[in-house]
């Protein structure tokens, strides 16, 4: 009991500290620029409390049930050698993990209540989801026959801009957007461990070139898929009005109305989990046939999940949402938007640079990589292309310019400096790409976007008000792959010849 407490703290302690940086900036801006003690702010503090607790409660629950029961999975059909069962298994574990996304989740509420309806949150997180299983199923079949990850990277954003040139603007964003919050808090961790841990086992394979590409194949593929659903949904020519009346889960909607209404949201929360548990239920009893070493430890850790998953909703309602708008309407008050990029700017730094996911990977690789990388490089490149990649994503919004355009420009880029850079990179980049967004970082920058596009005359909340995930997750493969090209052609040749 007391070594589960001592943890419980030490996440709730992590979970304080990825909520800092964020703090830091607002509390920043209020003080220096603004000058005031925002509207609320005393629910908001509370909210950022509960959202840290929840948070904790949730990691500890991944710790003592989902991670443990996943590596043991993922080792024991490595060693049985079966490919069908690794393929299902892959699939089973990215559709039942992306379900249970906290990030997911808070953005398919909002695009639920912005859409009024007409974008059916239950529906997009199980496309998301469906994509992510495929992904893993794919992205393993590429690991055991050891195909080069560019070429799947370059033929998936090829079919990425072409969608997107022919998806409605309604979509885009939302689509880009979910794709750059599939991989977070809980499948990150599950996806590298998988990839990396198939490459280590086979012979002829580098985990750095193998092992990294399947948390980028994550973000990919649900890019295409919403961006058809939304074709199918908007298919009338349909729009939204400029300006919704339903903004933000955190404005209108009180987290509970007592009990009876808190019961209701715990039982919401124990179906978005069950997914994952039978997932590892049914490959533990019925493929494996063995009993777990230990399921009281194992139940108590699924609790510990669903409660924490209550708690983060209900501290994004109080906390980090209403922050985000609130930010958003004040910082457009001035008469300059240059604060508005400078605020941007800050909060995509400092998020990055916290992202306990970020140190995970750049540990992860700089290992591999036989010092061809180095960890805290690798975290200042990313935390630079998500601060510039949210400061365009703002500029869009203010300026009014279509989505389409920056979109398949930036990924035009990414698939010319994918052609260019070295190999041992690629994998690397575009995962990087993908683990930028935190579970704190993705329901601010939302409503940081959100904010702005309805305090901006002549803004479409959702066409404008979503996107800005998706230049969070765009601008650290830019920067990380030409940081790599620029060693390899640059300045190694100088030191050769000197």
């Given amino acids: 009991m007391k070594e589960q407490l001592r943890d419980f703290l030490h996440a709730l302690l992590h979970a304080l500290r990825n909520l800092l940086p964020i703090i830091v900036v607002v509390v920043a801006f209020q003080g220096l620029l603004l000058r005031e003690w925002p509207e609320g702010g005393l629910g908001m503090a509370v909210g950022l409390l509960i959202v840290a607790v929840g948070v904790a409660l949730f990691l500890q629950g991944l710790e003592l049930s989902i991670f443990p029961v996943g590596k043991r999975l993922s080792n024991q059909f490595a060693r049985r050698g079966s490919l069908p069962i690794l393929l299902a298994f892959g699939f089973a574990i990215g559709f039942s993990a992306v379900v249970a996304e906290p990030a997911l989740i808070a953005v398919a509420e909002q695009a639920e209540q912005i859409s009024e309806g007409r974008i059916d949150g239950l529906t997009l997180?199980?496309?998301?989801?469906?994509?992510?299983?495929?992904?893993?199923?794919?992205?393993?079949?590429?690991?055991?026959?050891?195909?080069?990850?560019?070429?799947?990277?370059?033929?998936?954003?090829?079919?990425?801009?072409?969608?997107?040139?022919?998806?409605?603007?309604?979509?885009?964003?939302?689509?880009?957007?979910?794709?750059?919050?599939?991989?977070?808090?809980?499948?990150?961790?599950?996806?590298?461990?998988?990839?990396?841990?198939?490459?280590?086992?086979?012979?002829?394979?580098?985990?750095?070139?193998?092992?990294?590409?399947?948390?980028?194949?994550?973000?990919?593929?649900?890019?295409?898929?919403?961006?058809?659903?939304?074709?199918?949904?908007?298919?009338?020519?349909?729009?939204?009005?400029?300006?919704?009346?339903?903004?933000?889960?955190?404005?209108?909607?009180?987290?509970?109305?007592?009990?009876?209404?808190?019961?209701?949201?715990?039982?919401?929360?124990?179906?978005?989990?069950?997914?994952?548990?039978?997932?590892?239920?049914?490959?533990?009893?019925?493929?494996?046939?063995?009993?777990?070493?230990?399921?009281?430890?194992?139940?108590?850790?699924?609790?510990?999940?669903?409660?924490?998953?209550?708690?983060?909703?209900?501290?994004?309602?109080?906390?980090?949402?209403?922050?985000?708008?609130?930010?958003?309407?004040?910082?457009?008050?001035?008469?300059?938007?240059?604060?508005?990029?400078?605020?941007?700017?800050?909060?995509?730094?400092?998020?990055?640079?916290?992202e306990p996911a970020l140190i995970a990977v750049g540990h992860q690789a700089e290992e591999a990589a036989a010092g061809k990388i180095q960890g805290n490089v690798i975290r200042l490149l990313v935390a630079l292309g998500v601060a510039v990649g949210i400061t365009i994503g703002v500029h869009r919004i203010i300026s009014g310019d279509s989505i389409h355009h920056y979109i398949i420009a930036g990924y035009l880029l990414v698939i010319l400096l994918t052609a260019l850079a070295p190999r041992y990179i690629v994998a690397l980049a575009f995962d990087l790409g993908g683990v930028t967004t935190s579970e704190v970082t993705v329901p601010l920058v939302t409503a940081l976007g959100i904010g702005l596009a309805s305090q901006i005359d002549g803004r479409n909340v959702l066409i404008d008000g979503f996107g800005l995930i998706a230049f969070a997750s765009i601008f650290p493969i830019v920067t990380v792959m030409t940081y790599a090209i620029l060693m390899e052609r640059v300045v190694r040749p100088r030191g050769e010849t000197s």
Avoid: C
Avoid at 162 to 177: H, K, R, S
Avoid at 197 to 210: E, K, M, Q, T
């Fill in 125 to 354: 997180r199980l496309i998301v989801a469906a994509s992510v299983g495929l992904v893993m199923a794919i992205g393993v079949l590429r690991v055991i026959l050891g195909h080069p990850i560019h070429w799947y990277m370059i033929t998936g954003y090829v079919l990425v801009v072409l969608v997107t040139f022919f998806a409605p603007e309604e979509i885009v964003g939302l689509a880009y957007d979910s794709g750059g919050v599939t991989t977070n808090i809980v499948t990150v961790p599950l996806i590298a461990a998988l990839g990396i841990g198939l490459a280590s086992s086979i012979r002829g394979r580098n985990p750095l070139i193998d092992g990294f590409g399947l948390v980028a194949l994550a973000v990919m593929v649900p890019m295409i898929s919403v961006q058809l659903y939304g074709t199918l949904v908007y298919a009338d020519g349909g729009n939204m009005p400029a300006n919704a009346d339903l903004i933000s889960a955190g404005n209108d909607t009180q987290p509970t109305s007592g009990p009876l209404q808190a019961i209701l949201d715990l039982l919401g929360m124990l179906r978005d989990v069950l997914p994952i548990i039978l997932v590892v239920l049914f490959f533990q009893y019925i493929v494996l046939k063995r009993h777990l070493s230990d399921p009281i430890k194992v139940g108590i850790g699924f609790a510990l999940v669903i409660v924490g998953l209550y708690a983060f909703v209900i501290g994004l309602k109080l906390g980090l949402f209403p922050i985000g708008q609130r930010m958003a309407e004040q910082l457009i008050a001035f008469d300059s938007w240059l604060w508005v990029y400078l605020f941007a700017f800050a909060i995509g730094f400092a998020t990055t640079m916290a």
